[in-house]
């Protein structure tokens, strides 16, 4: 049974950071694009970061230069640093496991990220 765990989601000041992880089981997350997504209230769930299984990490624009995605396949877990964040990162986020550049196979449970003062 495949599994994807996340943590590391809470509550962030403007200007603070936080980091994410996804720990997976039950399979190997070397063999996957692993992607960030998030929804935040009232809006269409966004693709925030993607690291594909030859190691292209992509983003999107509105979190260019401020979140990394990154993967320790050592460690079966994919993770996202959060800086200078912003009221407008506040989303659920959620990890998935997906083959190549097709739709997600395994989703996680989703972490709640706040950002507020």
Do not use: H
């Not at 989601?9 to 603070?16: D, H, S, V």
């Not at 496991?97 to 395994?106: D, I, K, V």
């Amino acid at each position: 049974q495949v599994q994807l765990v996340e943590s590391g989601g809470g509550l962030a000041q403007p200007g603070g950071s936080l980091r994410l992880s996804c720990a997976a089981s039950g399979t190997t997350i070397r063999m996957y694009a692993m992607r960030w997504y998030r929804r935040a209230p009232g809006k269409q769930r966004e693709l925030v970061a993607t690291a594909t299984s030859g190691g292209t990490t992509n983003y999107a624009d509105s979190v260019k230069g401020r979140f990394t995605i990154s993967k320790d396949n050592a460690k079966n877990t994919v993770y996202l640093q959060m800086n200078s964040l912003k009221p407008e990162d506040t989303a659920v986020y959620y990890c998935c496991a997906a083959f190549g550049s097709g739709p997600p196979t395994y989703w996680g449970q989703g972490t709640q990220v706040t950002v507020s003062s």
